[in-house]
């Protein structure tokens, strides 16, 4: 048996220590104070990143740990807008999203359009292989129109597009593009996420890299492939 997977996420606590022994330094400490979130799981998530997540656990901890332009009312099924401020439909293709204002990462760096077109510009993306790609196959163009407005552009109309809008939104900077797009070519456990469950499975990932793919040299010159170790189990 698996042993269960224990998630401590971060979250405002309601008690903390005055500094002058008043109650209302004791309120302005609780307010201030964080405490961690424990989430116990029965066993552990085999995905953490939501263009591939298809487990039932997986799917629970993404939407704890990213949140989403709209969440979906579980008693009512209603859509409600999350991070967007509000969503407007512009004939019958075109969706033009306003975040809401000063949003952050849970390290505090801002979170705009920019991070909303990168992630669904990924999922769509053939080459990502996202397992979700045929299913937002209908977005033909997303774009940001400053910092906290984006646009989707679908190829026919679609009566349920804002349930898909229900996506948890990753950081630009979390989204690595494929090696030939990249400075450093050398393989990340990142460029296997379109090869299944390789990276839960394996105890060990020897990942190759030539430089001379890339880096054409003359034929007399000697070089070297680099073996990185891109995983090891416990």
Known sequence: ??????LLLCAFGSSG???DGSE???????ENEIVPLVVLLPRDAEELDPRFVT????????????????TIDPRTLEVVPDLAESIRLEGD???HVTLRHDLVFHDGSPLTSEDVVATFRGIVSE????TYARSYERIAR????????????????HATFLTDLEVPILRVSQLHPPPDARNDKRPMLSDLRHSGATEQHADLLLMLYR??????????????????VAQSGP
């Open 127 to 130: 080459r990502l292989g996202s």
């Open 93 to 95: 293709r075109s969706y």
């Open 142 to 157: 997303v774009e940001a129109l400053g910092p906290r407005h984006v646009v989707f552009e679908l190829d026919a109309p």
């Open 211 to 228: 430089d001379a793919y890339y880096n054409p040299a003359p034929s007399d010159a000697t070089w070297l492939d680099e073996a990185l």
């Open 24 to 30: 209302e330094a004791a309120g302005a400490h609780a």
């Open 55 to 70: 487990d039932p656990y997986g799917l629970k901890l993404t939407r704890l740990l990213f949140a989403s332009l709209v």
């Open 1 to 6: 048996m698996r042993p269960a997977t224990l």
């Open 17 to 19: 220590c005055p500094s």
